[in-house]
């Protein structure tokens, strides 16, 4: 395309908005009306490899414009959160699994570029635009259990998500940009699909160097050592980023134990020159061909730790705070949308069908919070003694409410002055009265 086609400022632009928590509000609203729109217009009846959205509502409370989409569940987290897991345990990623999910999102980003065999010619998917995610990082790739139909040896699946970043392009079609926040950004000079590419590449190398990214160079601090934006620099700095990011010593090899093999298809994917670099269907296409014997070669299970199951603990407030919209929704009677595009009367299977998992996701939270209490009583070895403990301060604190009634019945209600008492919790107090002094 070329230039950035954004929307001309005038005072009634949105882009004229000054107050930081007005903007604020402004951006995630814009961002989750793009998510809702990239799944209903483009990615539609899904793909495995992409997260896909399941239903979405909009509506107001008390003033307040609300958007609330529900997304398909992926229960083992993130790719980030399974590379801090194997840190903390100083365990390496298999370079089986690797192979593996460099296939499996490069499936995922090929159908969303427009490119996959197996989509474009099919009619709900046949268009001349390309989805480009912008924002591919290891906190927005989500990992799901394989289906329980799968056979023993199977990796869990990885899912692209988080579409709030994403723009549509022609196919093969650039754009101008500016360089943002992401976690390692190419030297390309004009935004097109291959920016995706590479931020898929840089992911396998995260996974490979376990936590870091190919920016040695490529970071610049401020005194107080906060990272400093493209936007923040002056020419001699921008300078220096540019000629740091163009630099193949930007790379720091991989870990000894891997194969040269990865070491170089992850440079391949990753190549300096925008044009030089693959698209997602070739690197797709390659993966595929070499995988078939991989798998046969490279499995090896994921350690027994990894136990990454939702560690998300929901308040009672948040909880509280969830039901009370969906409520006003309800009697709203908003639009529930699903992701072909159908938008339908919220039925009441559907409602029911969201209390419920709302429900067991309070049972399980609970279950969840009292089962590693009862596990650190029994490791601390603590358990007798906080019981012996509790009656004891129990008893006394009883001991303490009788010698105080005793006390204001003799003296006609009232408390003698000055005299000291053992202090008692301030919900036990209440059983006695309050204005004793």
Known sequence: MGSDHSPALTRTSEASIKEEEEMRK???????????KTSLEYIKTGHLNVCNLEGWAEFDILGSHYIMTIMELCDLGTLNDMVCVLMAYNEFIPEGFMWHACEQLFDGLAFLHGEHPDYRDRPEFRGDKSTILRDIKADNIFIQSPPATSPPDTYPTLKLA???EAIHLPKGGTRSFYYGNSSCEPPDKKLSAKFDVWSVGAQIYYMAKRGEYPNVGCVLRSKKGKKLLWGDLGPKERAMLT????????????????TAELQNHIRWVMTLDRHQRPTAVEV?????????????????KLPDFLDMNI???FKTLELVNLEWRMNQAEKEGFLF????????????????????ALADE??????????RKLELDK???VEEHANLDRGRRSVMAAEEIDKINKERKDNGGWLLSGKKRRKVNLRKRRVYGAGEE
């Open 162 to 164: 988080d579409f709030g």
């Open 243 to 258: 000629e740091a990011r163009n630099s193949p010593n930007r790379f720091e090899p991989i870990d000894d134990h891997l």
């Open 284 to 300: 797709l296409r390659k993966v595929q061909v070499m995988n078939e014997e991989r798998k046969k070669l490279m499995y090896r």
């Open 362 to 371: 309070k049972v399980l939270a609970q279950a969840k919070i009292d089962k």
């Open 311 to 313: 560690a998300r603990q």
């Open 26 to 36: 402004r951006s995630l609203y814009a961002k989750r009306a793009r998510e809702i």
């Open 379 to 381: 490791y601390m070895d």
């Open 337 to 356: 949308e699903y992701g072909g595009g159908l938008p339908v009367k919220r039925r009441e299977e559907d409602r029911d069908k969201l209390w419920k």
